[in-house]
């Protein structure tokens, strides 16, 4: 029983992860609630999930909200610039969809690869925004490199995130109870592998000390 409670055991390391994950999924819903702000949460909550990854224990609200209040301002002119191009290309896409004849449909294709590129990006800005010192162009720039370098990855963060939404629109209290009770910390986990990985191998240290100037 001793070594159950050996914090270095894998049943208590498993545990920590676990109780980690419910933790920074409330602080990533709390940071949520204003809506514009979730772009600051999401960074917030890679700045823990990664670290997760890395095999640490981190102070989860202390890390978290840190994070939160030191990339508020970048983190959420990001998210309203994604908001309102997505906005665009979708609304573009109803335009087309709802007063086009069937055989100008294809016009509708452009707006789709647009509102991918725009996911691509963000699936990697706010990562990159929790864990480099960069600037606004350098952010943009990396993002749009790393989702295609690693575009395999980027898909498949895009086949995660829909399924997610069509759970939510098949089974939408079911998928709502599991992304309140811990579901936003394990996709982000999720992504967080991949991403420590990314990372590293653009030399990138992972480490609760550690600040990286760039890729």
């Known amino acids: 029983m001793t070594s159950f409670f050996d914090?270095?055991?894998i049943?208590?390391?498993i545990l920590t992860a676990l109780c980690n994950l419910i933790l920074v999924n409330i602080c990533f819903i709390i940071g949520c609630i204003p809506v514009f702000t979730i772009g600051a949460?999401?960074?917030?909550?890679?700045?823990i999930t990664i670290k997760i990854a890395a095999g640490e224990n981190p102070s989860v609200f202390r890390d978290f909200f840190s994070c939160y209040k030191e990339n508020f301002i970048r983190s959420t002119a990001f998210w309203i610039v994604y908001c309102?191009?997505?906005a665009f290309f979708g609304f573009e896409i109803y335009m087309v969809r709802t007063m086009l004849p069937k055989e100008y449909q294809w016009s509708m294709y452009p707006a789709f690869f647009f509102l991918f590129a725009i996911f691509a990006?963000?699936?990697?800005?706010?990562?990159?925004?929790?864990?480099?010192?960069?600037?606004?162009?350098?952010?943009?720039?990396?993002s749009l490199l790393l989702a295609i370098t690693n575009l395999p990855t980027t898909i498949l963060f895009a086949v995660v995130t829909a399924g997610v939404a069509a759970a939510w629109h098949f089974e939408m209290i079911i998928t709502f109870s599991?992304?309140?009770?811990?579901?936003?910390?394990?996709?982000?986990?999720l992504f967080s592998f991949?991403?420590?990985?990314?990372?590293?191998?653009?030399?990138?240290?992972?480490?609760?000390?550690e600040e990286n100037t760039g890729l």
């Open 7 to 9: 914090k270095r055991s």
């Open 11 to 13: 049943p208590m390391k």
């Open 41 to 47: 949460s999401l960074t917030a909550t890679y700045k």
């Open 84 to 86: 309102i191009l997505a």
């Open 121 to 142: 990006s963000a699936s990697y800005a706010f990562p990159l925004i929790a864990w480099f010192d960069e600037t606004v162009k350098q952010t943009i720039k990396n």
């Open 178 to 189: 599991i992304l309140i009770f811990m579901g936003f910390g394990i996709v982000a986990l």
């Open 194 to 209: 991949f991403l420590k990985r990314i990372f590293e191998k653009h030399g990138a240290v992972i480490t609760s000390d």
